[in-house]
């Protein structure tokens, strides 16, 4: 079993950042692939990001490509999305998730096997 715990979110003006953080515990971190979704009321969960398990492939939805990065320090158990140049429309609650296997299609929420209780991104206009 796999204990993921997100932090970070908060209230931000558009064209602000933020820094999320998801702790996990449980399992060895660094053979598990991460990823970052994120949802709001009325719609599916939407892929963010995602990284495989040393760090070396990162992925990211066409939205975020450029503003967002995630990366992963293995000593720490710990992912990271950076995120700039934050727009409204990234209002939602924030999940981190997690599966010990290489997914087929990284950005399927269906795909991963644990996640967190998330943590809400509020960007102010």
């Known amino acids: 079993q796999v204990h993921l715990v997100e932090s970070g979110g908060g209230l931000v003006q558009a064209g602000g950042s933020l820094r999320l953080s998801c702790a996990a515990s449980g399992r060895t971190f660094s053979s598990l692939v991460m990823g970052w979704f994120r949802q709001t009321p009325g719609k599916d969960r939407e892929f963010v990001a995602a990284?495989?398990?040393?760090?070396?492939?990162?992925y990211y939805a066409d939205s975020v490509k450029g503003r967002f990065t995630i990366a992963r320090d293995n000593a720490k158990n710990t992912v990271f999305l950076q995120m700039n140049s934050l727009k409204p429309e990234d209002t939602a609650v924030y999940y981190c998730?997690?599966?010990?296997?290489?997914?087929?299609?990284?950005?399927?929420?269906?795909?991963?096997?644990?996640w967190g209780q998330g943590t809400k991104v509020t960007v102010s206009s």
């Open positions: 990284i495989t398990w040393s760090g070396g492939s990162t």
């Open positions: 998730k997690a599966v010990r296997s290489r997914p087929k299609d990284y950005s399927d929420y269906m795909q991963y096997e644990y």
